[in-house]
Protein backbone atom coordinates (compact mmCIF):
# COMPACT_ATOMS: atom_id res chain seq x y z
CA UNK A 1 0.00 0.00 0.00
CA UNK A 2 1.34 3.30 -1.06
CA UNK A 3 1.76 5.46 2.11
CA UNK A 4 1.49 9.52 0.85
CA UNK A 5 2.63 11.85 3.67
CA UNK A 6 1.84 15.20 3.81
CA UNK A 7 3.32 17.90 2.58
CA UNK A 8 4.31 21.46 4.67
CA UNK A 9 3.14 23.99 3.03
CA UNK A 10 5.22 26.61 3.56
CA UNK A 11 3.62 29.53 5.80
CA UNK A 12 4.32 32.92 3.44
CA UNK A 13 3.91 31.45 -0.13
CA UNK A 14 0.44 29.41 1.35
CA UNK A 15 -0.20 33.60 2.70
CA UNK A 16 0.60 34.66 -0.67
CA UNK A 17 -0.93 32.08 -3.15
CA UNK A 18 -4.28 32.26 -0.96
CA UNK A 19 -4.45 36.08 -1.50
CA UNK A 20 -3.79 35.52 -5.23
CA UNK A 21 -6.36 33.15 -5.50
CA UNK A 22 -8.92 35.31 -3.75
CA UNK A 23 -8.33 38.11 -6.23
CA UNK A 24 -8.60 35.54 -9.02
CA UNK A 25 -5.50 34.49 -9.79
CA UNK A 26 -4.92 31.02 -10.39
CA UNK A 27 -2.60 28.50 -11.19
CA UNK A 28 0.21 29.14 -8.37
CA UNK A 29 1.14 26.76 -6.25
CA UNK A 30 2.69 27.34 -2.57
CA UNK A 31 6.29 26.09 -3.10
CA UNK A 32 9.75 26.55 -1.56
CA UNK A 33 11.60 28.20 -4.06
CA UNK A 34 8.53 31.17 -3.52
CA UNK A 35 8.60 30.76 0.27
CA UNK A 36 12.38 31.58 -0.23
CA UNK A 37 11.76 34.42 -2.64
CA UNK A 38 8.93 35.96 0.01
CA UNK A 39 11.33 35.43 3.31
CA UNK A 40 14.15 37.00 1.49
CA UNK A 41 12.19 40.25 0.22
CA UNK A 42 10.62 40.49 4.02
CA UNK A 43 13.84 39.94 5.65
CA UNK A 44 15.56 42.50 3.28
CA UNK A 45 12.31 45.17 3.83
CA UNK A 46 12.60 44.53 7.43
CA UNK A 47 16.60 45.65 7.36
CA UNK A 48 15.75 48.46 4.56
CA UNK A 49 13.48 49.78 7.65
CA UNK A 50 13.96 48.58 11.34
CA UNK A 51 11.47 50.72 12.60
CA UNK A 52 8.49 48.64 10.59
CA UNK A 53 6.57 46.52 12.52
CA UNK A 54 4.31 44.72 9.56
CA UNK A 55 3.62 41.04 10.10
CA UNK A 56 5.11 39.34 7.29
CA UNK A 57 1.75 37.49 6.46
CA UNK A 58 0.22 40.70 6.09
CA UNK A 59 3.32 41.87 4.18
CA UNK A 60 3.26 39.13 1.15
CA UNK A 61 -0.74 39.34 1.26
CA UNK A 62 0.04 43.13 0.72
CA UNK A 63 2.52 42.10 -2.50
CA UNK A 64 -0.37 39.88 -3.24
CA UNK A 65 -2.23 42.56 -4.14
CA UNK A 66 0.23 44.51 -6.25
CA UNK A 67 0.91 41.56 -8.74
CA UNK A 68 -2.24 40.54 -9.31
CA UNK A 69 -2.22 42.61 -12.83
CA UNK A 70 1.36 41.46 -14.19
CA UNK A 71 1.95 38.67 -16.44
CA UNK A 72 4.67 36.26 -16.09
CA UNK A 73 6.07 33.64 -13.49
CA UNK A 74 5.41 35.21 -10.02
CA UNK A 75 8.68 35.15 -8.90
CA UNK A 76 10.21 37.16 -12.11
CA UNK A 77 7.27 39.36 -11.43
CA UNK A 78 8.04 40.07 -7.67
CA UNK A 79 11.66 40.33 -9.32
CA UNK A 80 10.46 43.72 -10.90
CA UNK A 81 8.57 45.04 -7.78
CA UNK A 82 10.33 47.22 -5.45
CA UNK A 83 9.49 45.45 -2.69
CA UNK A 84 10.99 46.97 0.52
CA UNK A 85 9.37 49.93 -0.59
CA UNK A 86 6.01 48.41 -0.36
CA UNK A 87 6.78 47.36 2.63
CA UNK A 88 7.14 50.86 4.02
CA UNK A 89 3.85 51.56 2.07
CA UNK A 90 2.34 48.58 3.45
CA UNK A 91 3.10 50.03 7.19
CA UNK A 92 2.12 53.23 6.44
CA UNK A 93 -1.23 52.61 5.23
CA UNK A 94 -1.93 50.50 8.27
CA UNK A 95 -1.48 54.51 9.88
CA UNK A 96 1.74 53.12 11.74
CA UNK A 97 3.26 56.30 13.07
CA UNK A 98 6.35 55.05 13.03
CA UNK A 99 6.34 53.64 9.11
CA UNK A 100 4.94 57.38 8.71
CA UNK A 101 7.68 59.21 10.35
CA UNK A 102 10.59 57.01 8.74
CA UNK A 103 8.59 57.56 5.24
CA UNK A 104 8.44 61.63 5.80
CA UNK A 105 12.14 61.18 6.94
CA UNK A 106 13.75 59.24 4.14
CA UNK A 107 11.91 61.22 1.23
CA UNK A 108 10.37 64.65 1.89
CA UNK A 109 13.60 66.38 2.47
CA UNK A 110 14.06 65.53 -1.00
CA UNK A 111 10.82 67.39 -1.84
CA UNK A 112 12.39 70.53 -1.06
CA UNK A 113 14.89 70.41 -4.04
CA UNK A 114 11.18 70.02 -6.13
CA UNK A 115 9.69 72.87 -5.04
CA UNK A 116 12.42 74.80 -5.13
CA UNK A 117 12.62 74.68 -9.27
CA UNK A 118 8.90 76.05 -8.86
CA UNK A 119 10.06 78.74 -6.89
CA UNK A 120 8.54 77.96 -3.97
CA UNK A 121 9.61 79.44 -0.34
CA UNK A 122 10.14 77.88 2.95
CA UNK A 123 6.69 78.26 4.06
CA UNK A 124 5.02 77.50 0.73
CA UNK A 125 6.71 74.25 0.22
CA UNK A 126 5.58 73.48 3.99
CA UNK A 127 2.40 73.88 2.82
CA UNK A 128 2.41 71.74 -0.29
CA UNK A 129 4.25 68.65 1.75
CA UNK A 130 1.29 69.05 3.73
CA UNK A 131 -1.14 68.47 1.00
CA UNK A 132 1.00 65.64 0.28
CA UNK A 133 0.54 64.18 3.48
CA UNK A 134 -2.91 64.30 3.49
CA UNK A 135 -2.97 63.22 0.29
CA UNK A 136 -1.00 59.96 1.15
CA UNK A 137 -2.34 59.28 4.56
CA UNK A 138 -6.06 60.88 4.64
CA UNK A 139 -7.03 61.18 0.68
CA UNK A 140 -10.54 61.60 -0.15
CA UNK A 141 -13.24 59.73 -1.76
CA UNK A 142 -10.84 57.03 -2.75
CA UNK A 143 -9.21 56.79 0.39
CA UNK A 144 -5.12 57.17 0.97
CA UNK A 145 -3.04 58.00 -1.79
CA UNK A 146 -0.58 55.21 -0.59
CA UNK A 147 -2.24 52.50 -0.64
CA UNK A 148 -2.13 52.74 -4.24
CA UNK A 149 1.86 52.66 -4.55
CA UNK A 150 2.16 49.50 -7.44
CA UNK A 151 5.71 49.38 -6.60
CA UNK A 152 6.63 49.20 -10.11
CA UNK A 153 9.01 52.52 -10.00
CA UNK A 154 10.72 53.44 -6.56
CA UNK A 155 8.73 55.27 -3.95
CA UNK A 156 11.33 58.77 -4.21
CA UNK A 157 10.02 59.28 -7.73
CA UNK A 158 6.27 58.19 -6.92
CA UNK A 159 6.49 60.57 -4.11
CA UNK A 160 7.86 63.56 -6.49
CA UNK A 161 5.19 63.18 -9.04
CA UNK A 162 2.68 63.67 -6.61
CA UNK A 163 4.72 66.48 -5.24
CA UNK A 164 4.92 68.06 -8.38
CA UNK A 165 1.21 67.54 -9.11
CA UNK A 166 0.45 68.99 -6.33
CA UNK A 167 2.36 72.15 -6.58
CA UNK A 168 0.66 72.41 -9.83
CA UNK A 169 -2.73 72.56 -8.30
CA UNK A 170 -1.31 75.09 -5.65
CA UNK A 171 -0.14 77.49 -8.66
CA UNK A 172 -2.99 77.33 -10.74
CA UNK A 173 -4.64 78.08 -7.93
CA UNK A 174 -3.15 81.13 -6.70
CA UNK A 175 -3.41 82.28 -10.77
CA UNK A 176 -7.09 81.87 -10.35
CA UNK A 177 -6.96 83.96 -7.30
CA UNK A 178 -4.63 86.24 -8.18
CA UNK A 179 -5.12 89.73 -6.67
CA UNK A 180 -7.41 88.29 -4.61
CA UNK A 181 -6.68 88.79 -0.65
CA UNK A 182 -6.18 85.11 0.51
CA UNK A 183 -3.90 84.49 3.01
CA UNK A 184 -4.89 80.30 2.71
CA UNK A 185 -3.07 79.98 -0.59
CA UNK A 186 0.01 78.76 -1.51
CA UNK A 187 2.77 81.38 -2.12
CA UNK A 188 5.22 80.88 -4.94
CA UNK A 189 7.73 83.09 -5.98
CA UNK A 190 6.52 83.09 -9.85
CA UNK A 191 5.70 86.83 -9.70
CA UNK A 192 8.22 88.16 -7.49
CA UNK A 193 10.29 89.53 -10.49
CA UNK A 194 7.08 90.52 -11.72
CA UNK A 195 6.38 92.35 -8.82
CA UNK A 196 9.71 94.00 -8.36
CA UNK A 197 9.60 94.84 -12.39
CA UNK A 198 6.17 96.20 -13.95
CA UNK A 199 7.09 95.86 -17.07
CA UNK A 200 7.70 92.29 -16.84
CA UNK A 201 4.43 91.51 -15.17
CA UNK A 202 2.44 93.07 -17.95
CA UNK A 203 4.77 90.63 -20.23
CA UNK A 204 3.54 87.83 -17.88
CA UNK A 205 -0.48 89.11 -18.40
CA UNK A 206 -0.13 89.39 -21.59
CA UNK A 207 1.67 86.63 -23.47
CA UNK A 208 0.91 83.67 -20.94
CA UNK A 209 -0.89 81.90 -23.49
CA UNK A 210 1.52 82.14 -26.61
CA UNK A 211 4.37 81.54 -23.96
CA UNK A 212 2.78 78.25 -23.51
CA UNK A 213 1.65 77.07 -26.78
CA UNK A 214 5.71 78.44 -27.62
CA UNK A 215 7.01 75.82 -24.70
CA UNK A 216 4.72 72.75 -26.21
CA UNK A 217 5.59 73.19 -29.54
CA UNK A 218 9.61 73.92 -28.92
CA UNK A 219 9.66 70.63 -26.47
CA UNK A 220 7.82 68.57 -29.29
CA UNK A 221 11.19 69.60 -31.50
CA UNK A 222 13.49 68.26 -29.14
CA UNK A 223 14.52 64.82 -28.65
CA UNK A 224 13.33 62.63 -26.92
CA UNK A 225 16.59 61.72 -24.59
CA UNK A 226 16.53 65.61 -24.53
CA UNK A 227 13.26 65.72 -23.39
CA UNK A 228 13.67 62.75 -20.71
CA UNK A 229 16.74 64.31 -19.78
CA UNK A 230 14.84 67.66 -18.94
CA UNK A 231 11.72 65.67 -17.19
CA UNK A 232 14.33 63.99 -14.89
CA UNK A 233 16.29 66.72 -13.57
CA UNK A 234 13.01 69.75 -13.63
CA UNK A 235 9.87 66.93 -12.63
CA UNK A 236 11.48 64.00 -11.04
CA UNK A 237 13.81 66.78 -9.42
CA UNK A 238 17.39 64.27 -10.22
CA UNK A 239 20.41 66.14 -9.12
CA UNK A 240 23.79 65.94 -11.58
CA UNK A 241 25.01 63.17 -9.47
CA UNK A 242 21.54 61.06 -9.84
CA UNK A 243 21.51 62.06 -13.41
CA UNK A 244 25.55 61.21 -13.91
CA UNK A 245 24.52 57.30 -12.53
CA UNK A 246 21.76 57.25 -14.56
CA UNK A 247 23.77 57.69 -17.61
CA UNK A 248 27.04 56.44 -16.47
CA UNK A 249 29.08 60.24 -17.44
CA UNK A 250 30.51 62.28 -14.79
CA UNK A 251 28.36 64.68 -13.34
CA UNK A 252 30.35 68.05 -15.23
CA UNK A 253 28.83 65.72 -18.64
CA UNK A 254 25.69 65.57 -17.25
CA UNK A 255 25.47 69.21 -16.16
CA UNK A 256 26.46 70.24 -19.91
CA UNK A 257 23.99 68.13 -21.56
CA UNK A 258 21.20 69.41 -19.87
CA UNK A 259 22.71 72.44 -20.25
CA UNK A 260 22.41 72.33 -23.55
CA UNK A 261 18.84 70.40 -23.75
CA UNK A 262 17.46 73.65 -21.82
CA UNK A 263 19.28 76.35 -24.29
CA UNK A 264 17.58 74.59 -27.47
CA UNK A 265 14.38 74.78 -25.54
CA UNK A 266 14.19 78.05 -24.39
CA UNK A 267 16.16 79.87 -27.98
CA UNK A 268 13.30 77.84 -29.54
CA UNK A 269 10.52 78.83 -27.23
CA UNK A 270 11.73 82.45 -28.11
CA UNK A 271 11.78 82.24 -31.60
CA UNK A 272 8.16 80.99 -31.81
CA UNK A 273 7.14 83.32 -29.21
CA UNK A 274 8.28 86.24 -31.11
CA UNK A 275 6.96 85.50 -34.24
CA UNK A 276 3.66 84.68 -32.75
CA UNK A 277 3.22 88.19 -30.92
CA UNK A 278 5.74 89.71 -33.64
CA UNK A 279 7.71 91.71 -31.11
CA UNK A 280 10.01 94.71 -32.20
CA UNK A 281 13.95 94.46 -31.40
CA UNK A 282 13.22 96.75 -28.49
CA UNK A 283 10.98 94.21 -26.83
CA UNK A 284 13.16 91.31 -27.78
CA UNK A 285 15.08 92.02 -24.32
CA UNK A 286 12.16 91.37 -22.39
CA UNK A 287 10.84 88.96 -23.78
CA UNK A 288 14.24 86.83 -23.07
CA UNK A 289 13.73 87.68 -19.28
CA UNK A 290 10.24 86.51 -19.66
CA UNK A 291 11.51 82.97 -21.27
CA UNK A 292 14.24 82.67 -18.82
CA UNK A 293 12.19 84.09 -15.59
CA UNK A 294 9.16 81.39 -16.79
CA UNK A 295 11.13 78.27 -18.55
CA UNK A 296 11.74 76.22 -15.21
CA UNK A 297 8.15 76.70 -14.08
CA UNK A 298 6.35 75.73 -16.86
CA UNK A 299 8.57 73.46 -17.88
CA UNK A 300 7.70 71.13 -15.26
CA UNK A 301 3.87 71.35 -16.13
CA UNK A 302 4.72 70.75 -19.78
CA UNK A 303 6.84 67.53 -19.43
CA UNK A 304 4.33 66.10 -16.13
Known amino acids: MLIVHPIAVPALAATFVAQLCSRGRYGVVPSTSLEVAL?????????????????????????ADKVIDHDGPIEEVLDRLHAEDLYLAAACSRGDPVAVA?????????????????????????????????????????????????????????????????????????????????????????????DDDPALAHLKRAYAAPLSAALREACARLSRRQRLLLRRHFVDGRSLDELGRRYRVHRSTAARRLRAARDALADETRRRLTQAIGVDDADLADIVRLVQNQLDLDLSRVLC
Open 39 to 63: TERFVAARVAWPAGSFAADAYVSWL
Open 102 to 194: ALHDAHFGDLDAVLRRFGADAAAADDVKQQVLELLFIGGDRGPRIVRYSGRGDLRSWLRSITVRTAHRALARLRRDRGVSDTGSVAMHEDVDG
